[in-house]
């Protein structure tokens, strides 16, 4: 079983609507969540990190946690071509110390 | 800008060369990571270090040997590398387990060419 799971994509969304981003994981123990960006051929963007069970916006971003379901989402609220990107989930797990996690990534297409 | 500086962004090498991939971090972390990405293929996880002691190294051949001498500074030795090994490699660097804050940042990358 991977650790940490998202589906590949694409995702495709038209420009405006809200793309819905999501990773399960398997770790019960995980403390740390975090969402980063990566653009074709460029490094890992930090887009948001969240700790505690909800919701937590910033800007056009929300991040939420469960859990109890070993759940996290990422939305992106009218989206822009310019947020076509992989987006990739990250989780730091406490079972492995300071091993953080990636999944695969999804890929987001923003059509104008 | 991050505050993780990798040098060089690009690197060209043949199979016989030895080369150094540097990694240079001065946000106060404690943990930092080399991470693989060939192309259209997800992270792969190589060498985990905190408090400059390896904690973890992912099934990494040989011919890449890491190094950190301090908490500031991660390197990746090549040597005898193979085009298959040509790939994306990343540091990220984070505070370490315990702490509050425990986001991690990556370098810009170097870009590396076997051939």
């Known amino acids: 079983q991977k650790e940490v799971e998202q589906n590949s994509g694409p995702l495709s969304v038209p420009e405006g609507a809200i793309a819905s981003l999501n990773c399960t994981y398997s770790?019960?123990?995980?403390?740390?969540f975090f969402w980063y960006r990566q653009y074709s051929g460029k490094s890992p963007e930090l887009i948001m990190s969240?700790?505690?069970?909800g919701d937590k916006e910033d800007g056009r971003f929300t991040a939420q946690l469960n859990k109890a379901s070993q759940y996290v989402s990422l939305l992106i609220r009218d989206s822009q071509p310019s947020d076509s990107a992989t987006y990739l989930c990250?989780?730091?797990?406490?079972?492995?110390?300071?091993?953080?996690?990636f999944g695969t990534g999804t890929r987001l297409a923003v059509r104008p | 800008e991050t505050g993780v500086t990798q040098t060089p962004r690009h690197l060209v090498m043949g199979m016989t060369n030895k080369k150094s991939l540097k990694c240079e971090q001065h946000?106060?972390?404690?943990?930092m990571y080399w991470y693989k990405q060939s192309a259209k293929k997800p992270l792969e996880l190589m060498f985990v270090y905190s408090l400059e002691e390896r904690v973890e190294n992912n099934s990494v051949p040989s011919r890449f040997s890491p190094e950190c001498p301090n908490s500031s500074h991660l390197f990746l030795h090549l040597h005898t590398l193979q085009p298959e090994d040509s790939a994306l490699y990343l540091c990220a660097s984070l505070p370490f387990v315990g702490t509050v804050n425990t986001e991690a940042f990556f370098g810009q990358g170097t870009r590396l060419t076997v051939v």
């Open positions: 990250a989780v730091r797990e406490k079972s492995s110390g300071d091993k953080l996690t």
């Open positions: 969240i700790y505690s069970n």
């Open positions: 770790d019960r123990g995980s403390q740390s």
């Open positions: 946000l106060g972390h404690n943990a």
